[in-house]
């Protein structure tokens, strides 16, 4: 099965309004920029989206949430992402902020057909009990809440029950793909790719290498995930925070 298609724009151009889309990257590492572009260009609003964070204000999904696309965030962290503090804050913008872990775990759940599962992670604090702010009012008033969450003890030690995500569609980059859909990701650009893939209806891989098929040792996900592979060559890299310490003097 071939699963090559022409372009980005063809690639994601049944996603809609209200459409769930988990997005790959850690930061701005391994951010699908192409394929994020296309959906900005569709014009599409009210998106559910499943993402480590949300980029930054011009790179990653911060292109779509300063433009208001974005209804709904379920991430790990806010980052370097200034806007997107504020429209939680501002009543904007619906955030659930899920424990790292966790996340991924529910990605990779939901690409197995695991329903749900029992994690340590949360137990004693508002990710079990309830109550965390998901969305509030302009005056800053609380309008929708986490919900409490099953707990239950295994041995001697108590769980929190999680439920898997599984969204509409799925947008991840990868450095080599093959017509099959099998991806090879490059170092940390792994993070939450074959995750995102796996926990999408209708995967979307933008590669910056289409190789006939790859060898069985280098697959990294399996094309059984991947529904559709777009060539978009070698793409610009970012880093969200550059630190770096003051060169001594007479070192050149």
């Not at 501002?90 to 991924?104: C, F, K, R, S």
């Not at 790719?193 to 290498?209: I, S």
Request: one cysteine or more; aromatic letters at 6%.
């Amino acid at each position: 099965m071939n699963k090559l298609t022409s372009s980005a724009a063809t690639a994601v151009t049944d996603i809609s309004d209200g459409s769930s889309v988990a997005v790959g990257g850690f930061g701005l590492c391994g951010t699908p920029m192409e394929l994020i572009r296309e959906v900005h260009a569709l014009g599409v609003s009210g998106l559910r989206v499943v993402s480590n964070n949300c980029g930054v204000q011009d790179w990653g999904l911060g292109i779509l949430l300063a433009d208001r696309r974005i209804a709904r965030m379920t991430s790990s962290y806010v980052g370097e992402n200034k806007e997107f503090a504020r429209q939680y804050l501002n009543g904007e913008l619906e955030v659930e902020l899920v424990p790292q872990g966790t996340l991924a775990e529910r990605l990779r759940a939901g690409g197995c057909g695991i329903p749900a599962f029992y994690t340590p992670a949360g137990v004693g604090t508002q990710i079990a009990q309830g109550g965390l702010p998901w969305s509030h009012d302009a005056g800053g008033a609380v309008v929708t809440a986490s919900p409490e969450r099953e707990t239950r003890s295994f041995g001697d030690r108590p769980y929190v029950l999680e439920e898997a995500i599984v969204t509409d569609f799925a947008l991840v980059h990868a450095a080599v793909g093959d017509r099959f859909g099998n991806l090879r990701f490059n170092a940390s650009a792994q993070n939450f790719n074959p995750l995102c893939a796996m926990a999408g209806r209708v995967a979307v891989a933008q590669v910056e290498e289409v190789v006939d098929a790859l060898e069985p040792g280098e697959v990294h996900l399996p094309g059984i995930f991947v529904q559709r592979v777009v060539h978009v060559g070698r793409t610009e890299k970012r880093i969200e925070r550059t630190t770096v310490r003051p060169v001594p003097e007479g070192t050149f």
